[in-house]
């Protein structure tokens, strides 16, 4: 087990180191930046007992201009536990920012789909739109807050007291989006969203997702994150305490 945890470590590490340098040499015309951002973090524990360990891949890439900003995010998140899968969770979305409004404001909308073992998700996908906006933006220090309406369908691991659980719902968002950067070599940032159904209180999502880099290089970065997230639905909650490499890159 130890040596399928090396290779899947080594595998990433040589996609990662790949595709990264070959960013710089792309050309785009001055008015549109590009972000490619990598984060590879996880934890092994092996004792007598067993072995245990987890894997956080996320993959991040954005396009801006001045009145637009387009954003995929990609995540993976696998873990065993003494033999036992813990984890074997993924998410894929995009989202868009349209900053033709009024100073400080924009509109977003998004798509995303999710499934998830330990959250006990067979699937679930949530479409919707809504209003941000920039408490600080600054070079060093970002604060936005935003809230809107999404529709979500789902499917849920089905259990014995309520046997199938597809639905449909819709749901309120509100999230809390920063980013700090201290000296040019410390970052702090995270994003947290809270996910009420407007038809049930008691029905909500809670994701929370912060890290810590120390850069080692301009595009190489050292990275502690911490990930949250609770579905009430299912009564499932998870919290991951990671670290590893980032690499990232803007052209």
């Known amino acids: 087990m130890a040596g399928d945890v090396l290779r899947v470590i080594q595998i990433v590490f040589v996609l990662a180191t790949a595709f990264v340098p070959s960013i710089g040499f792309s050309q785009f015309n001055d008015t549109t930046h590009y972000y490619i951002n ?19 891949n996320n993959l991040r890439f954005s ?8 954003n995929t995010t990609n995540s993976w998140i696998y873990g065993k536990q003494l033999g036992n899968l813990t984890n074997d969770d ?19 909308g998004l798509a995303n789909y999710e499934k998830s073992y ?19 933006n600054r070079e060093n220090v970002l604060v936005i807050l935003s809230d809107g309406i999404l529709y979500e369908k789902g499917d849920l691991y089905d259990s014995p007291e309520e046997g199938n659980n597809q639905y449909e719902v819709f749901r309120n968002s509100f999230r809390l989006k920063f980013r ?6 410390i970052v702090i940032e995270g ?32 990275t502690t994150a911490v990930t949250y997230n609770k579905l009430s639905q299912t009564r499932r909650e998870n919290l991951l305490i990671t670290y590893g490499i980032t690499f990232e890159r803007y052209f």
């Open 90 to 108: 993924i998410y894929s979305g995009l989202d868009f920012n349209l900053y033709k409004t009024l100073q400080n404001f924009y509109y977003w």
């Open 118 to 136: 330990s959250l006990k998700i067979n699937h679930r996908l949530q479409t919707g739109a809504g209003l941000g906006y920039n408490v600080v």
């Open 180 to 185: 700090m950067i201290i000296k040019k070599v």
């Open 191 to 222: 994003y947290d969203f809270l996910q009420h159904a407007l038809s049930d209180r008691k029905d909500y999502i809670i994701k929370s997702n912060t890290s810590l880099s120390v850069k080692l290089r301009k595009w190489l970065s050292l």
């Open 63 to 70: 396009i801006s201009k001045k009145t637009v900003a387009f």
């Open 38 to 56: 990598y984060a590879s973090t996880g934890s092994i524990n092996k004792t007598n007992d067993g072995t245990s360990y987890l894997l956080n």
